[in-house]
């Protein structure tokens, strides 16, 4: 019996150093580089659990306050393409893309300096359990009851955000010609495990609009581990795992 007790301590150590390791992952023994201080990024990876196999990056990242395009960012090896858009005849702009990103496990974010010398900026391996979360929201409602949006299984802070699809009643000839989103709660925070929220049929039809859908969109974040020799504390690589549902009105 104590053999077992042994052999199980063992393996609980092993499963706690490996998940340290792995949480520490391209960042625990770098050593501090002075050519990181003046970076500065915002990189947000948002994936939408659904049957797609990409996800949306959002990358912002200044040398010394400045945009510096000798400078080359890397998400899995894969490069951003700096690129300048006209916004009109007089203002130009210029942002990093990313076409076609793909889904990962883990996410590796470099950067390759004008000297050549390549550099981990932050690293994330998001969880893995989103696919047993579960949102129980019904393909269509009625504007006559309430309409009840349900969750389970969830174990972290997850943020709601409510849409509603209306039209004015002015436009009852021809409605889904004129239809328009419109917040009906934005930023409602999730912090029971299992829970619902209602919305009241009061909010679905009055006197001068018709809701003909509802747009949930729940949506949980983490962020990275950041290299330290980055000084600037508001680097951050943020991972969003977005689920959206659509209900409709059923006539």
């Not at 792995?22 to 659990?49: P, S, V, W």
């Not at 699809?165 to 328009?180: C, E, F, G, L, W």
């Amino acid at each position: 019996m104590n053999g077992i007790r042994i052999f199980l301590l063992l393996f609980l150590c092993f499963i706690l150093s490996c998940s340290k390791k792995e949480k520490n992952h391209y960042i625990a023994n770098i050593e501090n580089d002075e050519r990181l201080a003046n970076i500065y990024f915002n990189l947000y990876i948002t994936e939408h659990n659904d049957s797609s196999n990409l996800i949306k990056t959002n990358l912002r990242a200044l040398d010394k306050g400045k945009i510096n395009s000798k400078n080359t960012f890397l998400l899995n090896n894969k490069p951003f393409q700096l690129v300048t858009r006209k916004s009109n005849y007089y203002i130009s702009y210029s942002e990093y893309t990313q076409n076609k990103a793909i889904k990962n496990k883990d996410y590796l974010f470099e950067v390759i300096l004008a000297d050549s010398s390549r550099h981990t900026l932050a690293y994330i391996k998001p969880r893995n359990d989103y696919q047993d979360l579960h949102y129980m929201i019904p393909k269509h409602f009625s504007s006559s009851t309430n309409l009840e949006l349900k969750w389970k299984n969830i174990d972290v802070p997850t943020n709601l955000v409510i849409q509603k699809n209306i039209y004015k009643r002015k436009y009852q000839h021809s409605p889904y010609r004129n239809t328009h989103l419109k917040n009906h709660d934005y930023g409602y925070k999730i912090t029971n495990k299992n829970g619902s929220y209602i919305i009241n049929k009061s909010a679905l039809k009055d006197s001068l609009e018709v809701t003909v859908g509802i747009k949930a969109s729940f949506s949980h974040r983490e962020k990275g581990n950041i290299n330290p020799s980055l000084q600037n504390n508001n680097c951050q690589l943020v991972y969003i795992n977005e689920v959206t549902k659509i209900s409709t009105l059923k006539e």
